[in-house]
């Protein structure tokens, strides 16, 4: 099982200080927290993707590709690629020159978006949203399995005889997540494809999202992927630590409370009840990450939110250090134990290259 974190690069006023840190602050910050998961053991780190104030992450695979350079082991992803705004001819290109700097260290996981102008901003149909996400995936889909791709559909122009350079790592593309909070379509089209299903399940209540992993998983097994246990899940979270739950809830309540996102809603008590924000000590956190698996069954991929709401880097810094040490070393012990056999571990790129050796020999007997 991977664990790992991921950011929506906001930038926001930190309501303690009132002060907002400038665009290049944020950028620089975001770099020291991916160099920080890869130092306290954690497996993943993802951006999203935004097109608007007050969020940076505009170009994921540039923010990426740096963070490759200065990293060995940590798997680089996207939090959101936008697959409906986004042309797929380059996002086959973009994430497969990525997948040779980081020598296969990475996937990325499609999504829809939340901000509703992000569409016209480039020339699309927010009305056309579910049917760019699956068009435009299953023409990034062959772009990266096909050598040499004719295509003619709704939403771009034709493709004639064309080959999308490079060609991805081995041989092999980057793992895919089809990432939803709402919409079944999508995790119909990622048991399709045989793909990985990310439910952020961080806003709502968790019988939302297992309703929609369990459609997930039932569908990966009618198409002949495998048994409903055997999909690709991931999960989404937040969380906030201190020694103990009381300094936890002092420190972050004014956080919480002004957050863009939820701030100025549910009281802080009545958010962590309805949905899986935790704050509180490492052992509180520990204690309702395992609940997560008697609602969606044993899974991949656990990533948490902890940069978020105008925290100062020190303090986030400060989180991690927690979740490493203290925190996923005790998740890895305790989600691997009783998980059943043929159960699969979480995506990297050595295991698909392997899988696909696998499949070309078991072809040519």
């Known amino acids: 099982m991977q664990f790992g974190i991921f950011t929506v690069g906001d930038v926001t006023t930190d309501p303690t200080t009132g002060r ?55 798997i680089l992803s996207t939090a959101t690629t936008l697959i409906t705004t986004n042309d797929p001819v380059k996002i086959a290109e973009d994430f497969a020159t990525l997948q040779h700097l980081a020598d296969g260290r990475v996937d990325l996981m499609l999504g829809r978006g939340n901000t509703g102008p992000v569409y016209p901003w480039f020339g699309k149909d927010i009305r056309q949203g579910i049917p760019l996400a699956i068009e435009n995936y299953a023409l990034l889909h062959r772009l990266w399995h096909e050598d040499v791709v004719d295509w003619q559909g709704r939403f771009r122009t034709p493709l004639q005889s064309f080959t999308a350079t490079p060609r991805p790592l081995d041989g092999v593309p980057p793992f895919v997540w089809h990432g939803s909070i709402r919409s079944p379509e999508i995790a119909e089209q990622a048991a399709y494809y045989g793909d990985g299903f990310f439910a952020n399940n961080i806003f709502w209540p968790k019988e939302h999202f297992q309703r929609l992993v369990e459609l997930y998983r039932e569908r990966f ?58 704050v509180g000590s490492p052992q509180e956190v520990i204690d309702r990450t395992l609940t997560f698996r008697e609602s969606f069954g044993d899974y991949q991929r656990q990533l948490f939110l902890m940069d978020h709401a105008g925290l100062p880097l020190k303090t986030v810094l400060e989180q991690l250090d927690i979740l490493g040490e203290e925190v996923v070393p005790v998740l890895r012990r305790e989600f691997a134990a009783g998980r059943p056999e043929g159960v699969p571990d979480g995506p990297t790129h050595a295991a698909l290259v392997a899988a696909e050796r696998e499949r070309d020999t078991a072809e040519a007997r």
Request: glycine share 8%.
């Open 20 to 74: 907002t840190p400038t665009e290049h602050e944020r950028i620089k910050a975001t770099v020291a927290i991916a160099l920080k998961a890869e130092e306290v053991g954690l497996d993943v780190f993802a951006t999203g993707e935004h097109h608007n104030p007050p969020f940076v992450p505009s170009s994921p695979t540039t923010l990426l590709g740096y963070i490759a350079a200065r990293t060995d082991r940590l």
């Open 221 to 278: 097994a009618h198409y002949g992927h495998g048994t409903p246990e055997q999909a690709i899940v991931g999960l989404g979270g937040q969380v906030f630590m201190r020694r103990n739950s009381q300094d936890a809830v002092r420190e972050f309540r004014p956080y919480f409370d002004n957050a863009p996102v939820y701030g100025h809603g549910p009281s802080l008590e009545e958010f962590t009840e309805q949905t899986p924000l935790t």
